[in-house]
Structure formats: structure tokens, C-alpha cells
């Protein structure tokens, strides 16, 4: 098992296979896109599937594909399904916007996708166009019933802004009386690109609370083992809902995961600025013993918190960028 200095046992990666994404969230980039990262510089399909490889030989038994919008990656679906064959794997699941996701979902389902996170931000087809800047929220609900139809997991994952979209709170919230899906809204966090600076009134204090107003009812689930968010349920209500810290980062504590960023950086934080770059060390020649001991040497910089990490490594022009650089 990889355990980092604190004695926490690291068995889950999250792998951004692209930054590019179909999608111009007000909170992730500017309008007109960002600077991607160059071809060349991207990991390849076997740069990742070794990386991976690896991880799983060292205990990884979970890994979650992200972006940027991971479906925009040629042949994504081919580099999932090799990935699902891998020995010691034994949960992958995948976040996504949704566009491009309804086609590939009965494939999804055979290389043993039990669960996928929809990033959804409203309910609403007018706001949903301003906050991402594209008119495509038809495509997005079309994935979500196909998802449930093929009965995999839905996590939808919102993220609360301040003038954006605190009236679509109790509607999303809704979604949980008939349909067996989890809601979780998420405090808006730095990066976005450098496009505007956020709010920190709607936290989780100020969510649940709101929440409550609504629904005075609402009784706390015991949270499962790693999790990043606080879990509730609605009596008589089929599915659950979740609030996730992630700018107050008061879950950090039981962190079990690492980032490699698409273009091949390691990273034991979502806040931290420096990383190993083990897609550089591949194309160096590393074996994968070499490679192992880069993992291990890096995990033992692992921080104990987001705070720590910000304060320690995470230089100040690089609060504000992209979550598709980083790698959601």
C-alpha cells in the first residue's frame, strides 16, 4: 500500500486525460477558452495506460477519469476500456459534462462503469447558457437518462455561485424525490481561470442552511469511508444529497488520492503548485521500478491539508488557474 507521511493509505488516482473541454463555465475559464497545453506536451494513450499500470501495482485500486471534458480526447473510449482491464483495478469511474457522454454510455456500462459524476449547475435552460456560455443543457439531461436507464451511478455535481445559482439549489434538490441520484454542491473554488474573484458567503455553513429552510427535515448519512463530502438524506426521498468543502477544505484529513494533471504531472494535492512530471521521467527512459520510487518519493511531500499546501507550494499566480489545467 502507498501511505503517505501521515500514515494515510493512497489508493485512488484521479487521471485528467485532456484540459480541452466543449464547455465555458464562468467559474472553470475565460469565454474565449485558455492557452491548451501543446500536443506534444499531452501523455499519450500508453504513457497513460503505463502510469496507471504502475499505480495499480502499488495499491491504486481506483482511478477516475476527468478533464478538462474527457470525451473531447480522441479515442478516449478505446484508452478507458484498456484502462478497465487493468489487474488490481477494481472501481473506474469518470466526471463529465455530458455532451458527448449519451453515445458512449452502453460501452460504459460493459467495461464495468458503475458510477459517473455529471457536472450540472442548474436546471434552468436560460442559465444553464449563461453560466456555461454554450446552449447545450438538452444533451446534458438526455446523458442523465440514459445513465439511469443503464443503471449506473449518478453523482451530479454542483458548483454554488453567488448570483449565479442559488435559486436552482431546492429544484436540483428535488431530483433526489423519484430518482435514485445524489446531488452535491460544491464551494466555488480559485480556479477559474482568473475570471473573476469568488464568493466565500455560500460555503457549507451557509449551503446547509439554506438547505434546512427548505427542508427542515433533512437528516445526516453516515459518510462512506474517504469521502469529500457531507452526506444527507430527505425522508421518503429516493436519493441523497452532498455538500462538499472544497475551498474550506475541511476534509483533507483522510485525503486518499493523488492528480496526474494530461500533461503528465503528479500532483498529491489539489492545491499544490509543483509536481513530478512522470510523463518527462517516461520519455527519460525509467523503468517502472524507477518510476515507483519517483510515487513513493513524492507522497512523502504529500501536505497535510489544502491550507498547507497553498501556503507552502502553491505560488500566487497559480491560484487563479483552470481547473481543466489542473485536472478536475
Not at 107 to 126: C, E, M, R
Request: net charge neutral.
Amino acid at each position: 500500500m502507498l501511505t503517505d507521511k501521515f500514515g494515510r493509505n493512497i489508493n485512488y488516482l484521479r487521471l485528467a486525460i485532456v484540459d480541452r473541454c466543449n464547455l465555458r463555465c464562468t467559474y472553470c475559464m475565460p469565454e474565449n477558452g485558455l492557452a491548451w497545453i501543446q500536443q506534444k506536451e499531452l501523455m499519450t494513450d500508453e504513457e497513460m495506460l503505463r502510469i496507471c499500470s504502475v499505480f495499480t501495482e502499488m495499491g491504486v485500486h481506483k482511478i477516475r477519469i476527468t478533464g478538462g471534458e474527457p470525451f473531447v480526447r480522441k479515442n478516449s473510449i478505446e484508452l478507458i476500456q484498456n484502462i478497465s482491464q487493468l489487474d488490481g483495478l477494481t472501481d473506474l469511474s469518470i466526471t463529465t459534462n455530458g455532451l458527448l457522454t449519451e453515445q458512449y454510455i452502453p460501452q460504459l456500462k460493459k467495461y464495468g462503469i458503475k458510477s459517473v459524476n455529471l457536472s450540472l449547475d442548474t436546471l434552468d435552460k436560460d442559465h444553464f447558457f449563461r453560466i456555461t456560455r454554450r446552449n447545450s443543457f438538452d444533451k446534458v439531461m438526455k446523458t442523465l437518462d440514459s445513465l439511469l436507464q443503464h443503471h449506473i451511478k449518478v453523482k451530479i455535481n454542483t458548483v454554488v455561485m453567488e448570483g449565479e445559482n442559488i435559486e436552482d439549489i431546492i429544484p436540483l434538490i428535488m431530483l433526489t424525490k423519484d430518482l435514485p441520484v445524489d446531488v452535491r454542491f460544491i464551494e466555488e473554488m480559485p480556479f477559474n481561470g482568473g475570471t473573476h474573484a469568488i464568493s466565500l458567503k455560500w460555503n457549507f455553513v451557509q449551503i446547509l442552511t439554506h438547505i434546512k429552510s427548505r427542508f427542515p427535515e433533512i437528516q445526516k448519512i453516515e459518510d462512506p469511508q474517504n469521502s469529500t463530502s457531507y452526506n444527507y438524506n430527505i425522508p421518503g426521498f429516493n436519493g441523497n444529497i452532498g455538500i462538499i468543502a472544497a475551498y474550506t477544505r475541511s476534509f483533507c484529513g483522510t485525503c486518499n488520492r493523488l492528480r496526474l494533471t494530461p500533461n503528465g504531472i503528479l500532483k498529491t494535492c489539489l492545491y499544490e503548485g509543483i509536481g513530478v512530471n512522470l510523463k518527462d521521467e517516461i520519455r527519460m527512459g525509467k523503468t517502472d521500478e524507477e518510476l515507483k520510487n519517483i510515487i513513493i518519493n513524492s507522497l512523502q511531500n504529500k501536505p497535510k491539508d489544502g491550507w498547507e499546501a497553498q501556503k507552502s507550494s502553491l505560488p500566487a499566480s497559480q491560484i487563479h488557474q483552470s481547473m481543466a489545467t489542473i485536472g478536475g
